[in-house]
């Protein structure tokens, strides 16, 4: 779509050219929402394409996903063999509803900072214990945020205005659980109605249920041990009424409800 409203493109090297920030400016990483549908309070975008920031960074300490990682270069990584957890990334990336063109244009960042439910990059970094660094403006120090929390509401996150997401860590530690993944659409390829990741360590001990899609912000259920099936059921329960489900065209609120409560149980069973 061509966007009538926009004057000016800046592609600054860094993010420190741009001194001020005011109404009308956008960040550009991908625009593959940007640029589908009108942005009438937008009037100058700012491509972080200049930056340079690396797609992706292995160390002992985890993965680094920069923000502006494309979708397909996150498809194609080739992971460490003990990175068990890796094949998670093709999953997530599978259940986006959007097409291999799109992979190649849209970023990882792009996806967590829409804040949609549906975002399956937040599904894959609040499962996998991911710490985001943002970066405030008026040169204010980085800031480390847990994916549990970055995101407060449909398309809300706690960004404030001129804000960026620079950066997703991995850490080893989630990296080397088993991990088991249930989604599922109204329609074939449609919008995810649930999207639910559970993962344990080899040992069977720190389990995790995380509930995206389904709510409008993630929600993980953390046990020392796989629980009992009523112990898990019992925890959905007292975290989430049915008014803390997303109700939408994609699914109302009792259904996504069923399905979080059936998909966990398949998850227990299949990491037990």
Known sequence: MNLTT???VERPASPDHITTW???YAWLAGGTWLFSEPQVSTDTLIDLDGFGWPALEVSDAGLDIGATCRIAELFAFDAPAEWIAAPLFR?????????FKIWNAATVGGNVCMSLPAGAMISLTAALEGTYTVWPRDGAAPEQVSALDFVTGNNANILRPGALLRSIRLPDSALRK???YRQQSLVHLGRSAALIIGTCGPDGHDFRITVTAATTRP?????????????????????LSVDDYFDDVNGSAPYKQHLTYHFAEQLRAELS
């Open 22 to 24: 005011r109404d009308g």
């Open 91 to 99: 999953d997530c990336c599978n259940s986006l509803l959007a097409s």
């Open 178 to 180: 088993r991990f088991a």
């Open 6 to 8: 926009i004057t000016a």
């Open 219 to 239: 929600v993980q259920l953390h046990f020392d041990d796989v629980p009992t099936q009523a112990e898990l059921r019992r925890e959905i329960t007292e975290r």
